[in-house]
């Protein structure tokens, strides 16, 4: 794998050795622009480019968004090949996944596009402005937090999933989700300890299981209305059973286990979009490409039979 130094792609190695020896100082790019009514970047429906990948979760989050918003016309996107090379993220032309904005074969030159002296890491999403050819945003949560606002006039389905009255529950809600639930979910998988795959998993679980509570008594986790929270918790719940469950070994349940949990599963997927942000056979390949620590040999398997309707 690799990132970029100063608009140049380097592999880890490379940088490694560049930060060893100290000549290395600048931090990391964080690209966090806001687009928005008086803000650095108008709300142009049309003028920004989403770049995607059908097996990233936190991509996943704003596709989501898009689609509950029914936003497919004001933001197009492109998605970059759902497996990452030498190169990191790439286009291929043979299967469909094309950069048809500017032309690139590799999501790094996207970023150099846009920022000749990027540094840091080639992540999606990334949202780029076509008129001032320069980066917005690479940060999801962001992203999530900024395009129901800036785009709620051009929305053919308008929604506040961030609502004034239940801010502090959807921050608590952000703050769990994401660090033992998102983030748990890689942290079980990339443990290289049993004590740490044995925390990082109870974690994964005691989560699921106050989730399971939660929405015994409540439609939603933040209350009877879809929010962020719910937006942020779907992409680990549609690749737990086909992917984190076997390639993670988050094994104590699959989400189907759960009734209510997984009763909530099928209604957000249910809701109009939802569904066609979803891929599961790319997970299941996705999370199971090669590697020489957790599947040296890149066998593929089969995935569970599960009925996503309602
Ligand atoms: N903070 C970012 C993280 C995004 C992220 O880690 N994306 C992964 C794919 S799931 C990626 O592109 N990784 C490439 C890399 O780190 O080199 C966000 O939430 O938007």
Sequence with gaps: MGQMLDGLWVDDAALGAIRADGSWTRAPSVIRHQIGEGAEFPPVPGRYRLYAAWNCPWAHRVLLTRALLGLGDAIPVSYVAPARTDQGWVFDRATGYTDDLLGKAALHEVYAAGDPDYTGRVTVPLVYDTVTGTLVSNESADLVRMLPRAFAGVARRPLDLYPLALRSEIDRWNDKIHAKVNNGVYRTGFAESQSAYDSAVYEVFATLDAIEERLSQSPYLAGDQLTEAD????????????????????????????????????????????????????????????????????????????????
């Design 231 to 310: 937006v942020r918790l779907f992409p680990t719940l549609a690749g737990f059973d086909v992917a984190y469950y076997i390639a993670f070994k988050c094994c104590r349940r699959r989400i189907t286990d759960y009734p209510h949990l997984w009763r909530y599963a099928r209604g957000l997927y249910a809701l109009p979009g939802v569904a066609d942000t979803v891929r599961f056979d790319i997970y299941r390949r996705g999370y199971f490409s090669r590697s020489d620590k957790r599947n040296p040999l890149g066998i593929v398997p089969t995935a569970p039979v599960i009925d996503w309707s309602l």
